[in-house]
């Protein structure tokens, strides 16, 4: 069941859906549900032309592992070097992206099909931060909602 604290395995049909109007979000891995102190993991699926615009994760480094699919990824050059410049890059299948803590980036799905990542923080936090913007709705366990199914 959802919610057990100190779970070991995680199914993603066992936890809420966390829509947006950029794509879909299954937190695996959070405190809340591992007692994780350190990572928060989460599945995220991106319709085709789905993407989160430009945005940081202040302090927490972020990591993202392409399972399926193609995009356009952004992260910004550290600001102290190069004043913050957007740099893109195509991003598929196989492919790992590292986003320093607190760096502006930008993921936009660019394919045909649904893109999905695996999005990992560290330290934990983004997850709540995630879930308190206004256009954030939960759906209930199960299985994933229909909105990122291109």
């Known amino acids: ?35 994780a102190e350190h990572l928060t993991v989460g599945h995220v699926k991106l319709g085709a032309g789905q993407g989160h615009l430009r945005h940081n994760h202040p302090g927490s480094e972020e990591i993202l592992f392409i399972l399926e699919g193609e995009g356009e990824q952004m992260v910004e050059t550290d600001l102290e070097e190069n004043g913050g410049v957007p740099e893109y890059y195509p991003v598929r299948k196989g492919d790992l992206v590292h986003i320093p803590a607190s760096v502006y980036h930008q993921t936009v799905n660019t394919g045909a099909g649904v893109m999905e990542l695996l999005a990992v923080y560290s330290p934990c936090g983004p997850e709540e931060v995630i879930r308190g913007l206004p256009d954030h709705r939960e759906l209930p366990a199960g299985p994933w909602g229909q909105r990122a199914e291109g």
Do not use: D, Y
Not at 5 to 25: C, L, N
């Open 1 to 35: 069941m959802a919610g057990i604290p100190g779970r070991r395995i995680s199914r993603p049909e066992e936890v809420p859906t966390s829509t947006f109007g950029w794509g879909q979000i299954k937190f695996l891995c959070e405190p809340g549900l591992n007692h």
